[in-house]
């Protein structure tokens, strides 16, 4: 990776997305482009209190991709069909609500706080438990075919496999068929 990719890389990170750089947390970098690192492979390392998507990707996934950020990734209303890119470890909450996900492949593997994901029917729920640190997931934006008490049962048989990885995904399969969520019994 040369210096003039990691430059392309940097500014579509700045024209994609937003930073709240809280340059009192780190006082040991010196610049901003310290605090937005790109590693060999092009992956971005993002020191922030909190990384937002701040227009829309017309291709319907991420501009860049990301290896870590250090506080919340925000990437509502971005038009993404896919979390691809997205970093394998967040620092606090993960936000992805408000987007026509055709799946969840590409959600990060550690986040050390809440995730809001958008409900959908034929939406692939298993790599739910691949997801570990997480301390509640939540269901966000425009839910239509979803009704409280069934939005209750859903995220309770999430928590119930939290943690669990892939060796809880046939039974998490199995109990989503059983409370009729079969369509969500996949990756």
Avoid at 75 to 88: A, D, V, W
């Amino acid at each position: 990776m040369d210096e003039q990719q990691a430059r392309l890389i940097r500014t579509t990170f700045y024209e994609y997305f937003e930073s709240d750089l809280d340059y009192g947390f780190y006082e040991d970098w010196e610049k901003e482009d310290d605090l937005v690192q790109v590693e060999p492979d092009g992956r971005l390392v993002v020191k922030s209190t909190e990384v937002k998507l701040k227009k829309q990707c017309p291709s319907g996934m991420l501009p860049v991709r990301f290896r870590s950020v250090d506080g919340g990734f925000v990437i509502t209303n971005g038009n993404l069909q896919s979390l691809e890119g997205c970093p394998e470890e967040v620092g606090a909450y993960f936000e992805a609500d408000t987007n026509p996900l055709h799946r969840l492949r590409g959600i990060p593997r550690r986040v050390y706080g809440w995730v809001v994901i958008p409900y959908r029917r034929d939406l692939g729920l298993l790599p739910l438990l691949t997801i570990e640190g997480w301390s509640r997931i939540k269901f966000g934006g425009e839910i239509t075919d979803l009704s409280d008490g069934d939005q209750n049962k859903l995220l309770g048989l999430i928590r119930k496999y939290q943690d669990t990885g892939r060796n809880g995904m046939i039974p998490f399969a199995a109990e989503l068929h059983k409370i009729g969520f079969g369509s969500n019994a996949k990756l």
